[in-house]
Structure formats: structure tokens, C-alpha cells
């Protein structure tokens, strides 16, 4: 895994194989910062990171500039690694050991772009919940976006908020905003 832009572009981050994760891919991701590069300016974004596995998202922000990432994830190892890594970089990464709808339900706080990452295999209403719970306990900026990455087998454009989707091979974003 590389962070592909930014002050840090071009390094590699190897997590430890034992984590149980399914990090974005390169491509995948190099095509999302093309689309929210006509966004935003990356240097006055916070984001949250949701199910942030290797924190390689989170990463990619940080070098990019972002004032803030807020990482979430329910796995010691994941946060053990994002916590050491953001170390190394000084990235301005804040990790959070949380099951992530615990998260949702209970946190109070705003961000300028959210970002899931769900397990491919969690059920549909699962997927759904996310978006719900963030608009429900208005955890976007006015101005912000959700992303959800997910499988080409999960339907996400009926939802509430739903603004566009991308599809990357058997990736796909699916982006929502207030307006």
C-alpha cells in the first residue's frame, strides 16, 4: 500500500498480513481523490474514518493536508497499527477502538467528509445504517460528503441524501450530501 499524493506521496505502508482487512486499492483510490479534488480543499477538511482497518484512507488525507482525521475501528491490531503509523508520520490522526455503530449512535461532532469502509460481507441494512445514523445524529458538515465504499452487489442509491455513485471494477463509491 503507497500514499499517492501529497507530501508523503510515493511511500509505502506495510501493515502487518494478520489484520483483518481489505485496504481500498490504489487505483480505487486514486480515482475517489479525483473526484474529491473537485470538492474540496484538502487542507481545511476533517474527516472520520469509519471500519479505517490500516488507516490507509486516513493517510492519503493526512498527506494531503487534512486538518484532522478521526479513525474508528473495532480491531486492536487495525488500531495499534493506525495509532504507530500516524506516529511515525506525525499525522494528525486521532484512533479510536469502537464498534462503529456504537460510535455513530453516541458521538457528537461534525466533519467535512466521513468515510466507510465496511466489510463487503456485512448485511444490506448494516450498509444502510451508516448513512441513517450519520444524518440522524448530524455528524456531516452542511458542506460535507459521505462516502461508503462497498461492492457492486450492494445497492446504495435509494437511500435518503444519495448524491452519485462511481464504479471502480468490483468497487463503488456511493456519495451523499445534505443537499
Known amino acids: 500500500m503507497r500514499i499517492i499524493s501529497g507530501t508523503y506521496k510515493g511511500r509505502r505502508i506495510n501493515p502487518p498480513t494478520k489484520l483483518p482487512v481489505r485496504p481500498t486499492t490504489d487505483m480505487s483510490k486514486e480515482a475517489l481523490f479525483n473526484i474529491l479534488n473537485n470538492y474540496f480543499n484538502f487542507s481545511s477538511l476533517t474527516l472520520l474514518d469509519l471500519f479505517a482497518g490500516t ?3 486516513s493517510y492519503e488525507f493526512a498527506s494531503r493536508g487534512c486538518l484532522s482525521s478521526t479513525c474508528v475501528d473495532a480491531d486492536v491490531g ?24 456504537k460510535f455513530l449512535e453516541k458521538h457528537q461532532g461534525k466533519y467535512d467528509i466521513i468515510f466507510a469502509d465496511p466489510p463487503y460481507g456485512l448485511d444490506q441494512s448494516e450498509f444502510e445504517k451508516i448513512v441513517q ?11 460535507g460528503m459521505i462516502v461508503i465504499e462497498h461492492s457492486k452487489h450492494t445497492k ?20 451523499y450530501e445534505l443537499d
Open 133 to 143: 445514523l450519520v444524518f440522524e445524529n448530524n455528524l456531516l458538515d452542511p458542506e
Open 78 to 101: 487495525c488500531v495499534q497499527f493506525i495509532k504507530k503509523t500516524a506516529s511515525e508520520f506525525d499525522f494528525p490522526i486521532t484512533v479510536l477502538k469502537s464498534d462503529v455503530f
Open 156 to 175: 446504495m442509491d435509494h437511500l435518503p441524501h444519495f448524491s452519485f455513485e462511481k464504479n471502480y471494477g468490483g468497487t463503488v463509491f456511493s456519495f
Open 55 to 57: 488507516g490507509n484512507i
